[in-house]
């Protein structure tokens, strides 16, 4: 069975992807599982609130993305075990 | 049995207890704040009630003791019951707003009581359960050890509560058993917030 992955699953999926697989677009685009259009749509509103800022040849973290991403995967952990789904 | 052995041994463990049930609380609204979901919000002031349960029913055998006043006792299990039921009610609802969140979500309902001894026991049982159940398969899914250790914290506190059902009903050795089996439970929420925080 296809799993549903909520707009905050993807978003934490996008910022793990910038911040551990590296910056390059296509890494990203591997790494969350998005179409390209989709995935840009995302980084351009990540940026937007400051989570993420174009690098050479795609995006990074920002010290504001590193915290909020520390926050989501502590979420995840949290919902993962008391059965939630983010 | 002596009397003052038993409630000092129960005002370090609701202690002890109490305090982790606010760790797990102070987790769970970091994990809010992060995610702003409104389930991690209600199972946030659950476990912040569940602390501030075990904390008033002790400070109250401990003023007790103190006083020698056996009114406070009943004033302070009082307490702790309308607290830890609206606790687990909080947490059952978590689940179902958590439904209501996500098409995905497991389902659970929800229903408040109140009294003392083995009838209000017994309703923490059936709530305890209910969780455990829900935990129970979470873990059936997850097979993650996290979700194992909420899953046995809560089968741990169930247990307790129907221990202090069968103590309430003539068996008064099944007092200390549940003071043990709830203290084990809340020691399992510690191990689960530290291999998460180690993790982090």
């Known amino acids: 069975m296809k799993r549903y992955r909520s707009r905050l699953k993807i978003i934490l999926d996008i910022l793990e992807a910038v911040g551990e697989h590296g910056e390059k677009i296509s890494a990203i685009l591997t790494y969350a599982n998005l179409s390209y259009d989709r995935c840009m749509r995302y980084l351009e509103e990540l940026a937007e609130k400051g989570l993420v800022e174009k690098a050479e040849g ?10 909020f991403l520390e926050g989501l995967k502590r979420a995840e952990k949290l919902a993962e075990a008391f059965g939630f789904r983010l | ?7 000092g041994y129960d005002i370090a463990m609701g202690y002890v207890s109490g305090f982790a049930a606010l760790l797990v609380s102070y987790y769970a609204f970091r994990s809010y704040s992060a995610a702003h979901k409104k389930s991690l919000l209600l199972f946030q002031l659950g476990f912040a009630l569940a602390g501030a349960a075990l904390l008033l029913d002790s400070s109250f055998l401990l003023a007790a003791l103190i006083t020698r006043s056996a009114s406070l006792i009943a004033l302070g299990y009082s307490g702790y019951f309308i607290l830890t039921a609206s606790s687990y009610c909080l947490i059952i609802g978590s689940y179902t707003v958590d439904r209501a969140e996500s098409p995905e979500a497991s389902p659970m309902a929800l229903f408040p009581l109140l009294a003392f001894g083995a009838f209000s026991e017994g309703v923490l049982s059936a709530l305890a359960a209910a969780i455990a159940i829900q935990l129970g398969v979470n873990f059936s899914y997850k097979r993650s050890a996290n979700s194992f250790l909420a899953f046995l914290a809560f089968l741990l506190i169930f247990l307790s509560h129907l221990s202090f059902t069968l103590q309430s009903m003539r068996f008064p050795g099944f007092l200390i058993a549940g003071h043990v089996l709830r203290f084990l439970g809340f020691t399992s929420l510690l191990i689960l917030l530290a291999r998460m925080v180690r993790a982090s």
């Open chain 2, 1 to 7: 049995m002596p009397i003052r052995p038993i409630l």
């Open chain 1, 58 to 67: 795609g995006y990074r973290l920002t010290e504001k993305g590193y915290r």
